[in-house]
């Protein structure tokens, strides 16, 4: 039977494209003349280096504009805190790929998701197994799902 895996990949040769194209407009624009501006990408890692906090603010939106135009998915950028010394400004934006194993994306209610899984589950046990009597089925899949339920509230437990 045919399967397929979902991968979040991000094309890196894009993401060097992005921050090319970014050190090109920060080396134009008048506001940042004069200025040591620049992005420096380094494995997953984009530096951002500037003298003020607002210029890194302006930066930060230039990249995520030029990441947005080669298609790079800005939720795979996460941006650290930045660091300001004296005329010295940076902060770095680590790209991500995929997820850490059991971890939720930000933007999905976990009640949603256990809902779905829920469903789901119960209609594959409702189609693999014949149901002959009814009461005895519906107590085989509570019990399926207790335990499934139990099982993930150990995974989910510190």
């Known amino acids: 039977m045919p399967s397929f895996d979902v991968v979040s990949e991000i094309d890196r040769h894009e993401v060097a494209n992005a921050v090319d194209q970014a050190n090109r407009e920060v080396s134009t624009r008048f506001d940042f003349k ?46 650290d805190e930045p660091v300001i010394m004296a005329k010295t400004a940076t902060r770095n934006v680590v790209i991500r790929e995929g997820m850490a194993r059991g971890e939720l994306r930000d933007d999905l209610n976990p009640e949603v998701v256990q809902s ?43």
């Open 34 to 79: 004069g200025t040591d501006s620049s992005f420096t990408l380094t494995d997953r890692t984009i530096a951002l280096k500037t003298e003020s906090e607002f210029q890194l603010d302006q930066m930060l939106d230039m990249l995520y504009g030029k990441l947005s135009k080669r298609s790079v998915d800005l939720a795979s950028a996460e941006p």
């Open 116 to 158: 779905v899984l829920y469903h789901s589950l119960r209609g594959v046990i409702t189609g693999a197994l014949p149901i002959t009597d009814p009461l005895r089925f519906a107590r085989l899949l509570e019990t399926t799902m207790l335990l499934l339920y139990s099982g993930l509230a150990k995974r989910e437990a510190p």
